[in-house]
């Protein structure tokens, strides 16, 4: 039987069997070429019960997606954000605002190579009362817990579904759904990675002000901007929020300048000057690809793009780590049309400043 779900929190909903299987709306919550396979998993037997989940198989590292809106509650079964468990490492649970809960086992607890249990695949800043968004990059995949110890389990997101009253039921139908609704996306709207646009383009061509209460493609790109440097302009939404004026601000008190929180030609001179540093210059227009073992100032900076843009390399030093091929890799995997070789050519690049908004995205055709 399949039943609609969601009812808005409150709302009297229908009781449900363990094992039920439900067509609950979902974003997939794996990246690259994961797919949901086939429908046997729940009733799995398994020393303690079923299965009562569905595995999803993907390469370690693979983004993990929140498949709903909601609520980090918790972090390796801890609500206590000072005490995460880490001998538990990798699970989280998200209550959605729905009053339904996804379960993410599994996630990836080694160094990017190895099995040594030694890393934490939890993406950063996720911890128990995280606010997160559908299609948020929550964690990573891995063989954590009792995979660990199964001799030929591959890696895989373990992924539960519970409706309002605690029950678990079958997710199959919901995640089949998903993953059709996201190869469709795929298929209508191919990646875009404009090589003609250059990051900020729109925020250094325009020479208006730009001001408390402006929006557009010139915000969009200013917020990027600052977060990248540092500075918190609240959501990159490109609309001119009170907190991008005090991140204005911010940044023209460092720089010398007049604060007064309007983008003006010194405000735009002063960004204009750090993006032609060769560090970030050379990173948005030179054609050779950066890979693993190089080092430099423009690996540093590689390396601050991925961790923005949710892909944590591990450290922010100049060298091109292993761990920064895997976070490279992880990006690509999530980005449709780029080749998942963890080089970051110049497509991957330009990509990765659309992800963390340097480029407006309208720019796509
Ligand atoms: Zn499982």
């Not at 001998?87 to 989280?92: A, G, I, S, W």
């Not at 890696?155 to 039921?169: G, K, N, S, T």
């Not at 010139?218 to 901007?225: C, K, R, S």
Request: proline content about 7%; charged content about 20%.
């Amino acid at each position: 039987m399949l039943l609609a779900a969601a009812a808005p929190a409150g709302a009297t909903e229908p009781a449900r069997e363990f094992g039920e299987v439900v067509d609950y709306p979902l974003v997939f919550p794996v990246g690259g070429d994961a797919t949901v396979g086939d429908r046997s998993g729940f009733w799995d037997g398994r020393s303690d019960g079923t299965h009562h989940a569905q595995d999803i198989l993907a390469p370690k590292l693979t983004p993990v997606y929140a498949a709903a809106t909601g609520t980090v509650v918790y972090v390796n079964y801890s609500r206590n954000p000072a005490a995460l468990n880490p001998e538990r490492c990798c699970t989280l649970i998200v209550a959605h605002d729905d009053g339904w809960e996804s379960w993410y086992i599994h996630l990836n607890n080694d160094s990017p190579g190895t099995d040594d249990g030694l890393a934490w695949g939890i993406a950063p800043g996720i911890l128990p009362g995280t606010r997160v968004e559908a299609g948020q990059v929550i964690g990573y995949v891995g063989d954590s817990g009792n995979c660990d110890t199964i001799e030929g389990c591959p890696p895989h997101l373990h992924f539960e579904l519970r409706d309002p009253a605690d029950v678990i039921v079958d997710a199959y139908q919901a995640l089949w759904t998903a993953e059709q609704a996201l190869r469709a996306a795929e298929g209508a709207a191919p990646a875009c990675t404009p090589a003609g646009v250059a990051p900020l383009a729109y925020l250094l061509s325009g020479t208006g002000l730009l001001r408390r209460g402006d929006s557009g493609p010139a915000v969009y790109e200013l917020q990027g901007f600052l977060k990248l440097r540092g500075f918190d302009p609240g959501p990159l939404d490109g609309t001119f929020s009170s907190a991008t004026y005090q991140a204005v601000q911010t940044f023209q008190r460092r720089r010398g300048l007049d604060a007064d929180g309007v983008v003006g030609p010194a405000t735009r001179g002063a960004i204009l000057s750090l993006t032609q540093q060769s560090r970030f210059a050379r990173l948005v227009a030179d054609g050779d690809a950066l890979v693993q073992r190089e080092r430099g100032p423009r690996v540093r900076e590689l390396k601050r793009w991925l961790l923005l843009a949710g892909y944590d390399p591990l450290s922010i030093g100049p060298r091109f780590s292993a761990a920064t091929t895997y976070a490279v890799q992880a990006f690509q995997q999530a980005t449709p049309g780029l080749a998942v070789d963890g080089r970051a050519d110049l497509a991957t690049r330009l990509a990765l400043a659309r992800a963390i908004h340097l480029i407006w995205p309208g720019d796509c055709p």
